[in-house]
């Protein structure tokens, strides 16, 4: 029965990419499949410290890149701190066939609760070929091919050479609901259908690539 891992990292309760994960998730589990969900903004991971980087040297050094085989690089008590945190996160993570992930853009890339998630659960050389990654965005603006803004999207762009470069993961589906702040910023009220237009399309795709 295929695990889906549920992540969300924004700062609002009420958001485009929560609901769209929600929608996700929830089509998930109608079709008989099994999640578990993670709030990196509501209870955050914190940032890495000096012990993890000290486990991460191990990994390079002595050639690890079994996950299995990664305890055995924990060997100081503030290494064991520092894997105490990542253990729980890691499990989770390998426990899931399929991870859908809510993410707004912030500053034009990835809130900071996600990114420091990226930074507790990556290791050297490790492979998650074989999962599927979907990625739920949400942008004030629009970022699509052709925009003027489209050489600034460093959100969709740095999570896909992400998961192909540290996670050998090319299976990975962005969808977007974009322009979310005509809603909010009375300069692009204007542009408000193509908002509504563009959230119901990404939410109708989260439906879809949840049955896939
Ligand atoms: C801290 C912060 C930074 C943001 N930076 C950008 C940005 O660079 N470009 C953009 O188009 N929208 C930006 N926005 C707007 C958000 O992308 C937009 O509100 C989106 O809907 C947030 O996702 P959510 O609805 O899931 O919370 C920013 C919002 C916040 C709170």
Redesign the pocket.
């Known amino acids: 029965m295929p695990h889906l891992l549920q992540l969300d990292s ?3 309760t009420r ?5 769209l994960t929600a929608r996700f998730a929830r089509t998930w589990v109608e079709g008989g499949n099994t999640h578990t969900y993670r709030d990196l903004a509501a209870n955050p991971v914190p940032p890495i410290g000096e012990g993890w980087t000290q486990i991460c040297d191990t990994l390079l050094r002595e050639g690890i890149t079994q996950p299995a085989d990664y305890p055995s690089a924990v060997r100081t008590p503030a290494q064991q701190e520092a894997w105490s945190v990542v253990e729980p996160l890691l499990a989770e993570l390998l426990a899931a066939d399929a991870v859908v992930i ?1 993410c ?6 990835v ?1 900071g609760a996600l990114k420091t998630w990226l930074d507790q659960v990556t290791f050297p050389r490790m492979s998650l070929a074989g999962r599927s990654f979907f990625v739920m965005g ?6 699509l091919p052709g925009t003027p ?1 489209a050489p ?1 999207d460093y959100h969709e762009r740095y999570l896909r050479d992400f998961f192909a470069g540290h996670f050998a993961v090319e299976d990975v589906t962005f969808v977007h ?1 974009e322009l ?2 005509t809603l909010v910023d009375p300069v692009i009220a204007h542009l408000e259908a193509e908002h509504r237009a563009s959230a119901t399309a990404a939410e109708e795709r989260a439906v879809q690539m949840a049955r896939r």
């Open positions: 924004s700062a609002r958001s485009f990419s929560r609901a809510g707004p853009m912030y500053n034009y890339s809130p949400a942008r004030g603006g629009s970022y803004r600034f609901a979310t702040n």
